[in-house]
């Protein structure tokens, strides 16, 4: 069982940065792909960006464009999400995820542990 804890989140204007973490723990970190979803009221949760055990193979989605950047850090057990160029369409609840198995994935239904997310809001 993984444990994980998402922080970080808030209320910005658009054009802000804001960074979100993701503490893991309760197994051995390595081994696990992670990744980042977030969902808004009334729609479904949709992929934002993943990350190998390793961290050399990362993926995004396309409304990224290159605005996000994640990143992980095995020593500490932990995974973030650098958001820069926040737009108001970047409002939602952001969630925290692991798979295990080291290869990163788009696919939702390929995670077992999720976090219990973290608000954005990015007004105009």
């Known amino acids: 069982q993984i444990h994980l804890v998402e922080s970080g989140g808030g209320l910005v204007q658009a054009g802000d940065s804001l960074r979100l973490s993701c503490a893991a723990s309760g197994r051995p970190y390595s081994g696990y792909a992670m990744g980042w979803f977030r969902q808004t009221p009334g729609k479904e949760r949709e992929f934002v960006a993943t990350?190998?055990?390793?961290?050399?193979?990362?993926y995004y989605a396309n409304f990224v464009q290159g605005r996000f950047t994640i990143s992980r850090n095995n020593v500490k057990n932990e995974m973030y999400l650098q958001m820069d160029g926040l737009k108001p369409e970047d409002t939602a609840i952001y969630y925290c995820?692991?798979?295990?198995?080291?290869?990163?994935?788009?696919?939702?239904?390929?995670?077992?542990?999720w976090g219990q997310g973290t608000q954005v809001t990015v007004s105009s």
């Open positions: 995820a692991a798979k295990t198995t080291i290869l990163a994935t788009e696919y939702e239904d390929e995670y077992q542990f």
């Open positions: 990350i190998s055990w390793s961290g050399s193979s990362t």
